[in-house]
């Protein structure tokens, strides 16, 4: 169990908290965490993204769009859990729920005014012994919730957030808590005044759906295929 924790820590932070990654300048730390019967439909979604419900790398990991925003600061708040449960003979499933804050700022302006992105991430992950002995997992099910963004905007490739300045289109949808752990459906919402975040098998295809909304968005979580 401690492996299978260690290994779903490293996964979270190598594709949720890495400047590079974030940054879309690099994968291969996350990839290698990744079962390689899953390889290819990774590799599929970093190179070619869709909004299938299968190749959507903003499911895999946090992407921005390098030519839209970056970190204005390194420090990103995190608060979540992790939970475990023995699925079988020799295997274990983790399940994981965290919210990311990230302080942004125009790609094109290193002295633009920051503002805040919110990503909640909530994982679905296997583990067999092979996996254990390799630290290697397998994505059952991913499902990412991110804003503000303007309702529409396509994030299976990378996340767009809205700036400093920036307005969504007009109209006001229900608010979402990017804190409530039993939240989760609203295709598209306004983030809800946020609380405090503190620090915090083979041949099998993940579910990696990513999504946004004017502020918080989700990707319909459907079955493993």
């Known amino acids: 169990m401690i492996a299978a ?40 979604a970093l190179r070619r993204p869709a909004a299938d419900g299968l190749h959507a790398a903003t499911g895999w990991l946090v992407r921005l769009d390098p030519a839209h925003a970056v970190l204005a600061v390194p420090d990103i708040r995190v608060q979540g859990v992790l939970d475990y449960a023995e699925t079988g003979p020799g295997t274990l499933e983790i399940t994981t729920d965290h919210t990311f804050v990230y ?26 012994r092979d996996a254990l002995r390799a630290r290697q997992l397998e994505l059952l099910n991913s499902r990412t919730e991110a804003g503000p963004l303007a309702c529409g905007t396509a994030a299976s490739a990378h996340l767009r957030p809205l700036l400093a300045g920036e307005k969504a289109p007009a109209g006001r949808p229900p608010a979402t808590d990017p804190y409530a752990r039993e939240s989760g459906g609203a295709v598209c919402g306004t983030l809800a005044e946020p609380r405090p975040a503190g620090s915090g098998g083979a041949g099998r295809r993940a579910d990696a759906s990513g999504g946004a909304g004017p502020s918080a968005t989700a990707g319909d979580p459907g079955a493993v295929r």
């Open 103 to 128: 302080a942004v700022r125009p790609a094109a302006d290193p002295e633009g005014d920051p503002s805040l992105m919110v990503v909640r991430r909530a994982l679905r992950l296997s583990f067999d």
């Open 5 to 44: 924790l260690s290994t779903a820590k490293e996964y979270l932070v190598h594709s949720s908290l890495s400047p590079e990654v974030l940054a879309g300048r690099e994968e291969r730390a996350v990839r290698l965490l990744v079962d390689p019967a899953q390889a290819d439909q990774f590799d599929a």
